[in-house]
C-alpha cells in the first residue's frame, strides 16, 4: 500500500509520546532565552489516514531552555474530543466546536497558553504540554477562532475572527488584555471562503475573501478553489463602520506577514501569495490527491507579495517582492500593525530574510526541512531585528532547535532533540516573567 505523501517523509506522524531531560546543546544558547518554545502539527495516531495533512490530531512539542541549558523536551497529542472520544465535528445537534483537532497553532494569551485550529475552539495547555480543556471564553465564543490571533502590541488586546460554512460566515471577536472576549461583530462576505489568516492594522481589519469555497458536495475536505467566486481584500475599522472591499486579483494566501497604514492612509499588506496553479497543485499534495490534471496545475511556490490599498481612491497596487519560493513569514511582533523592515520566511531548506526597505534577501542554508523561524526579540528598547530566530530543522531521522541571530542569521546555538520532528505549522516563544 503506498502512503499519501502527508503521512512519509518530513510529515510523517510519531507514534507516541515522550520526554527527555538536559539535552545535548551545540553552541551557547544566551541566557535571555529563558522560556518555552512550544509548536504545533498534525500528528495522526499509529495507522489512522484523516484523509489530509490538515486533518491529523495536533501534537505539541515543547523545549524548555533556562541559565543557557536546554532543560526538557517533550511532545503530547491535544486531548480533544475528536481525540478521546471521537466526537462528530457535525453532530445531531449541529456542529460541535470542541470535536476538533487543534493542530495548527499555540499563543499565550493572559497567562492562558492555547491551541488553536480555525474551525473550531481553543483548547487550553498547561505549561507542561497537559490538556485543560476547551475554551469557549465563558461561552462568549460562539464560532471557530481562527489559529491567526494578532495581540496589538499597544494596547494588549487579541484581535481574532471565527469562519464556518454556516452564516454569519464571518464574524470579528477581540479579547481585552485581561483575556475576557469583549466584542463580536459580524462581518458580511458574500460566500463561506477558507480564511486562515488576516491582518491588523493600528486603525483597521484587512479580510482576504479568497476564492478556496466551501462545498459540502466535495466530500472529505469541504474546501477547493473556484474560479466563480473573485478575490477580494476587506478593510473595516477597528472601531466600527463598513467593510470596504477592494477587487484583486484571484490568488490564495495562508499567511501574511505583518500590515500597516502608510504616511497616505493606504493600507499596506505582505503576504505570501500562490497563484491558481501554485495553490491548486499544493492543495493535491496535502490532501493525498493523484489526480494527474492537479500534478500537472504544479506551477511554483508561494512568493512574497504586496498589496497596497488606497481607501481614497479605491485603487490597489499588487506587486511581488520577490520570485523564491517561500511560506511560513514572521516579524517582530512588538511591530505588529505598525511599519516594519525585516521580515522571515522560510523555504527549500532555509531561512530567507527580506529587507523590506531596499529589498535585499539574506538565505541561510540549513540542511534540512525547516519549520517556521520564530522570531524572539532581545531585551525591549534594542533594534526590529535584534533577537533570535527559532526553528526546528529536520535531516533524515534527527531534528534540532536551531537558534540564529536573527541580524546575519548566523548560528548561536543548536539543541538535538531526542527524536525526529516531524513537519508542522506554527510555533511561539513562551517567556517566563
Ligand atoms: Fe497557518
Known amino acids: 500500500m503506498t502512503l499519501p505523501d502527508y503521512l512519509t517523509g518530513y510529515l510523517a506522524p510519531v507514534p507516541d509520546e515522550i520526554e527527555a531531560h538536559d539535552l545535548p546543546v551545540t553552541g551557547a544558547l544566551p541566557p535571555e532565552l529563558f522560556g518555552r518554545y512550544f509548536r504545533n502539527g498534525p500528528n495522526p495516531r499509529p495507522g489512522e489516514d484523516p484523509g489530509h495533512w490538515f486533518g491529523g490530531h495536533g501534537m505539541l512539542h515543547g523545549v524548555r531552555l533556562r541559565d543557557g541549558r536546554a532543560e526538557w523536551y517533550r511532545n503530547r497529542w491535544v486531548r480533544t474530543r475528536m481525540f478521546t472520544e471521537s466526537a462528530p465535528f457535525v453532530g445531531e445537534t449541529g456542529v460541535d466546536h470542541s470535536a476538533v483537532s487543534a493542530n495548527t497553532h499555540v499563543i499565550r494569551h493572559s497567562g492562558r497558553i492555547l491551541a488553536l485550529v480555525e474551525n473550531g475552539f481553543p483548547y487550553e495547555v498547561t505549561p507542561e504540554l497537559e490538556t485543560v480543556g476547551p475554551c469557549d471564553f465563558g461561552g462568549r465564543l460562539t464560532t471557530a477562532m481562527t489559529a491567526h490571533p494578532k495581540q496589538d502590541p499597544v494596547t494588549g488586546e487579541l484581535h481574532f475572527?471565527?469562519?464556518?460554512?454556516?452564516?454569519?460566515?464571518?464574524?470579528?471577536?477581540?479579547?481585552?488584555?485581561?483575556?475576557?472576549?469583549?466584542?463580536?461583530?459580524?462581518?458580511?462576505?458574500?460566500?463561506s471562503t477558507m480564511m486562515h489568516d488576516?491582518?491588523?492594522?493600528?486603525?483597521?481589519?484587512?479580510?482576504?475573501?479568497?476564492?478556496?469555497?466551501?462545498?459540502?458536495?466535495?466530500?472529505?475536505?469541504?474546501?477547493?478553489w473556484e474560479d466563480g467566486y473573485g478575490a477580494r481584500i476587506g478593510v473595516t475599522p477597528r472601531a466600527g463602520g463598513p467593510t470596504r472591499w477592494f477587487d484583486i486579483d484571484p490568488c490564495y494566501v495562508f499567511h501574511v506577514g505583518n500590515a500597516w497604514e502608510d504616511a497616505h492612509g493606504r493600507i499596506v499588506l505582505n503576504a505570501a501569495r500562490y497563484t491558481r496553479g501554485a495553490f491548486t497543485s499544493a492543495w493535491g499534495q496535502i490532501s493525498?490527491?493523484?489526480?494527474?490534471?492537479?500534478?500537472?496545475?504544479?506551477?511554483?511556490?508561494?512568493?512574497?507579495?504586496?498589496?497596497?490599498?488606497?481607501?481614497?481612491?479605491?485603487?490597489?497596487?499588487?506587486?511581488?517582492?520577490?520570485?523564491?519560493?517561500?511560506?511560513?513569514?514572521?516579524?517582530?511582533?512588538?511591530?505588529?500593525?505598525?511599519?516594519?523592515?525585516?521580515?522571515?520566511?522560510?523555504?527549500?531548506?532555509a531561512v530567507v530574510k527580506y529587507d523590506q526597505r531596499d529589498g535585499a534577501a539574506l538565505t541561510r542554508k540549513t540542511g534540512g526541512d525547516t519549520g517556521e523561524a520564530v522570531f524572539v526579540p532581545a531585551a525591549g528598547g534594542a533594534g526590529e531585528d535584534e533577537g533570535w530566530l527559532l526553528s526546528v530543522v529536520t535531516s533524515g531521522d534527527s531534528s534540532e532547535l536551531l537558534v540564529l541571530d536573527a541580524r546575519d542569521l548566523s548560528d548561536v546555538a543548536s539543541v538535538r532533540l531526542p527524536r525526529r520532528v516531524p513537519a508542522g505549522f506554527h510555533g511561539s516563544w513562551l517567556a517566563d516573567d
Not at 168 to 180: D, K, N
Not at 209 to 221: C, H, K, Q
Not at 303 to 327: I, M
Request: aromatic content about 12%; charged content about 25%; overall charge negative.
Open 288 to 349: 493525498g490527491s493523484t489526480d494527474p490534471a492537479r500534478q500537472a496545475a504544479a506551477s511554483g511556490d508561494a512568493v512574497l507579495h504586496r498589496w497596497t490599498l488606497d481607501p481614497a481612491s479605491g485603487a490597489v497596487k499588487e506587486e511581488p517582492l520577490d520570485d523564491r519560493g517561500v511560506e511560513f513569514p514572521t516579524f517582530n511582533e512588538d511591530l505588529l500593525g505598525r511599519e516594519s523592515r525585516y521580515l522571515y520566511t522560510v523555504g527549500d531548506d
Open 161 to 191: 475572527f471565527g469562519y464556518g460554512f454556516l452564516p454569519p460566515f464571518l464574524t470579528y471577536h477581540r479579547l481585552s488584555a485581561a483575556g475576557e472576549l469583549v466584542e463580536s461583530r459580524e462581518i458580511e462576505v458574500p460566500g
Open 198 to 224: 488576516f491582518a491588523v492594522t493600528e486603525h483597521h481589519l484587512v479580510w482576504l475573501d479568497l476564492p478556496v469555497v466551501f462545498d459540502l458536495a466535495r466530500g472529505g475536505m469541504p474546501y477547493d
